[in-house]
């Protein structure tokens, strides 16, 4: 079974500071998708960026990047210039290609000082 | 572009009560998920329809069932409720693969918060 784990239960930043949250998955598949989740106190789920697994180059949305290493099973989110309002919880997810389930991992809250 | 829609937005029942959460997609979108996410921890997927039937299940047990209708929207039935299934449900929509779409992006809706007394 696949697992998703994130390790920081929180992190805080300053304004417009950068800041990294972790996320590690345990899969033995070759083939799937990885996700950034937010979800503010509106607790809606936004998607933040995606990952394909078989693509080497490292996906960005705007201020948010990942570092995606497949080998060491690591995908973890920097945001960059962080402002008031991406303070959130924010989930890391898992989905095998073939599959439909999204696979969580615990999340992590962030906040943003001003 | 309508999004992902959930109603109600809040529900209270007693213990061994049923209770029926809907979910219309986002506009174009044929699948959808649900999830459940209790407090303090991250959504854990119950099942997915597609076509009018369940794909995959997650690990809950028969009391949770659900159906689509010929429109896409959905419903999540909960029976014989039980106080561990207070929570946060959230539906999320996709386009199959099949229709063209990148089926494996989901997009949530705002959830449906069920109290259980």
């Known amino acids: 079974a696949q697992t998703v784990t994130q390790s920081q239960p929180e992190m805080s930043v300053q304004e417009a500071e950068t800041v990294t949250l972790s996320c590690t998955y345990d899969?033995?598949?070759?083939?799937?998708?990885l996700f950034w989740y937010k979800q503010p106190p509106s607790r809606q789920m936004i998607l933040v960026i995606r990952q394909e697994a078989y693509k080497q180059q490292n996906a960005t949305e705007n201020r948010f990047s990942v570092n995606f290493q497949k080998a060491a099973k690591s995908f973890s989110l920097k945001i960059s210039d962080s402002q008031l309002g991406d303070a959130a919880m924010y989930f890391c997810a898992y989905r095998l290609r073939s599959g439909s389930r999204l696979t969580f991992g615990e999340g992590t809250q962030l906040t943003v000082n001003p | 572009d309508a999004g992902v829609t959930q109603s109600p937005t809040h529900l209270i029942k007693t213990r061994g009560q049923q209770v029926t959460l809907r979910c219309s997609p986002k506009?174009?979108?044929?699948?959808v998920s649900w999830y459940q996410q209790a407090l303090g921890q991250g959504p854990q997927f119950i099942f997915q329809?597609?076509?009018?039937?369940?794909?995959q299940r997650g690990n809950f047990p028969d009391r949770f069932s659900g159906h689509q209708f010929p429109n896409y929207s959905s419903e999540l039935n909960v029976n014989a409720l039980l106080l561990g299934d207070s929570a946060l449900y959230l539906c999320?929509?996709?386009?199959?693969?099949?229709?063209?779409?990148?089926?494996?992006?989901?997009?949530f809706g705002p959830g449906t918060r069920l109290l259980v007394l």
């Open positions: 506009s174009g979108h044929d699948t």
């Open positions: 999320a929509s996709s386009l199959s693969y099949q229709r063209g779409g990148p089926g494996e992006t989901q997009y």
């Open positions: 329809y597609y076509e009018e039937e369940e794909r």
């Open positions: 899969t033995s598949e070759s083939d799937y998708y």
